[in-house]
Nanobody
Framework: QVQLVESGGGSVQPGGSLRLSCVAS????????MAWYRQAPGKQREYVAL???????NYADSVKGRFTISRDNAKNTMYLQINSLRPEDTAVYYC?????????WGQGTQVTVSS
């Protein structure tokens, strides 16, 4: 089992920035692909970005140029730097770990963008 705990969410004004963190524990392997997803009110959960164990990254088109995913394998931690926040970025952001046999999810952290 892998446990994931997100943090760093909050309420910010449009144009602001946040840095989300996801700490993994348990049977975590730094080679596992990790990803961020988000779910806005009344909408389905959507993919945001992923990062491989070696640091390769991929982003959803909607966040390219504003979001940066990274990880520190020594700390079993993944990050999501979010810049130029927009009201449409308001959502619960979830961390995902793609394990050997299944995917694991964190409990989510709320990001609210409002003036």
């Amino acid at each position: 089992q892998v446990q994931l705990v997100e943090s760093g969410g909050g309420s910010v004004q449009p144009g602001g920035s946040l840095r989300l963190s996801c700490v993994a524990s348990g049977s975590f392997d730094s080679a596992f692909v990790m990803a961020w997803y988000r779910q806005a009110p009344g909408k389905q959960r959507e993919y945001v970005a992923l990062i491989t164990g070696g640091g390769g990254t991929n982003y959803a088109d909607s966040v390219k140029g504003r979001f940066t995913i990274s990880r520190d394998n020594a700390k079993n931690t993944m990050y999501l730097q979010i810049n130029s926040l927009r009201p449409e970025d308001t959502a619960v952001y979830y961390c995902q770990c793609r394990g050997r046999q299944r995917n694991y999810w964190g409990q989510g952290t709320q990001v609210t963008v409002s003036s």
